[in-house]
């Protein structure tokens, strides 16, 4: 299995630019969701899924959208980027129904905003 | 809302040796879980440790364990035999039993932990 697979790893866009980071998972979860890192902040929510075709914000979803069409994928959309989207963004997923499990977590998108 | 706090930004511990990283957390839930996350250099998140609120007892992962003190929401992590491979951030998480709620780990800001030769 490959768990949590995030592309691309690293991307330099201008300001005004749009983007997608795409988000696979191959373990038939029910769960994904997007966050944002930053230093000294932690990891903070942007939007989650708890099922194909629902969707909903976290703590920090202006600027971004997303969409759940399948199981497998959950695609981030920055829609015209600012240099405060500057940060590593990390997709996780997790089943809904084992919550002790905690969350898988892709290896990171580091998105730099010039 | 759950909040989560780890009050040291930076800790270092002697190769062999055994560190304790804090965490508290506020919440009026009854039933969660806690996690703690290790986060090296290459930037992947990795489970290190997870405990039910429901277990009285704290879990053990080899030389990962943890202090849960359900009463006072507090969540410490005790690594002994310090190797250089355990220097990293490390997150600690909540994450509610609700079903059907907010579903979302909660993250407090990290602890970056240095081992030193």
């Known amino acids: 299995n490959a768990g949590v697979t995030q592309t691309p790893k690293f991307q330099v866009l201008k300001t005004g630019q749009s983007m997608t980071l795409q988000c696979a998972q191959d373990?038939?979860?029910?769960?994904m969701s997007w966050y944002r890192q930053d230093p000294g902040m932690g990891l903070r929510l942007i939007h989650y899924?708890?099922?194909?075709?629902?969707?909903d914000q976290g703590e920090v979803p202006n600027g971004y959208n997303v969409s759940r069409s399948t199981t497998e994928d959950f695609p981030l959309r920055l829609l015209s980027a600012a240099p405060s989207q500057t940060s590593v963004y990390f997709c996780?997923?997790?089943?809904?129904?084992?919550?002790?499990?905690?969350?898988?977590f892709g290896s990171g998108t580091r998105l730099t905003v010039v | 809302a759950q909040t989560v706090t780890q009050s040291q930004p930076e800790m270092s511990v002697q190769e062999a040796e055994t560190v304790t990283l804090s965490c508290t957390y506020d919440?009026?839930?009854?039933?969660?879980?806690l996690f703690w996350y290790k986060q090296p250099p290459s930037r992947q998140m990795i489970l290190v440790i997870r405990?039910?609120?429901?277990?009285?007892q704290n879990a053990t992962e080899n030389r990962f364990s943890v202090n849960f003190q359900k009463a006072a929401k507090s969540f410490s992590l005790k690594i002994s035999d310090s190797q250089l491979g355990d220097a990293a951030m490390y997150f600690c998480?909540?994450?509610?039993?609700?079903?059907?709620?907010?579903?979302?780990?909660?993250f407090g800001k990290g602890t970056k932990l240095t081992v030193n030769p």
């Open positions: 405990q039910e609120a429901y277990k009285q």
């Open positions: 899924s708890v099922g194909a075709g629902i969707t």
């Open positions: 998480a909540y994450r509610t039993a609700l079903q059907g709620g907010s579903e979302k780990l909660v």
């Open positions: 996780a997923s997790s089943y809904l129904d084992r919550l002790n499990y905690g969350y898988t």
């Open positions: 919440t009026s839930e009854s039933d969660y879980y």
């Open positions: 373990m038939n979860h029910e769960y």
